[in-house]
């Protein structure tokens, strides 16, 4: 398996929250997809009542991971994010740097690594 890292989290939306919640997302999406080129995947799913959030992430590596940690749309839109929701659940797959699992530890992230398996 490459150094590639996928991150899966799951955000509480707090009670009529909902509406401003997609607006962040959908900014935070935008500014991730045109300032951070090694990430490849960035989606936000939402349950049928807009309370909970899995947002699934794919990196090309932990240089890329960080970077997007350290990017414009974490540092500015991130804390509005946290504001009006919790995370609850954070699950990383792959095999982080010793600097991303740092972080992660502070996210209080579980770490799993690939053992077998393929994709198309």
Do not use: W
Not at 11 to 19: A, Q, R, T, V
Not at 58 to 83: E, M, V
Not at 106 to 117: E, H, N, P, S
Request: proline share 2%.
């Amino acid at each position: 398996m490459s150094g590639q890292i996928h991150i899966q989290g799951e955000f509480i939306i707090k009670k009529g929250k909902s509406g401003e919640f997609k607006k962040l997302i959908k900014k935070m999406s935008k500014s991730v997809q045109i300032n951070e080129p090694d990430t490849l995947h960035y989606h936000f799913y939402l349950d049928e009542n807009d309370s909970r959030c899995i947002v699934y992430e794919k990196y090309t590596d932990s240089k890329a991971t960080l970077a997007h940690h350290n990017g414009i749309a974490s540092q500015t839109i991130l804390p509005q994010i946290f504001k009006i929701s919790k995370l609850n659940r954070l699950e990383v797959y792959g095999k982080p740097s010793k600097e991303l699992k740092k972080l992660l530890g502070t996210f209080d992230a579980k770490i799993y690594r690939f053992v077998t398996g393929f994709a198309r």
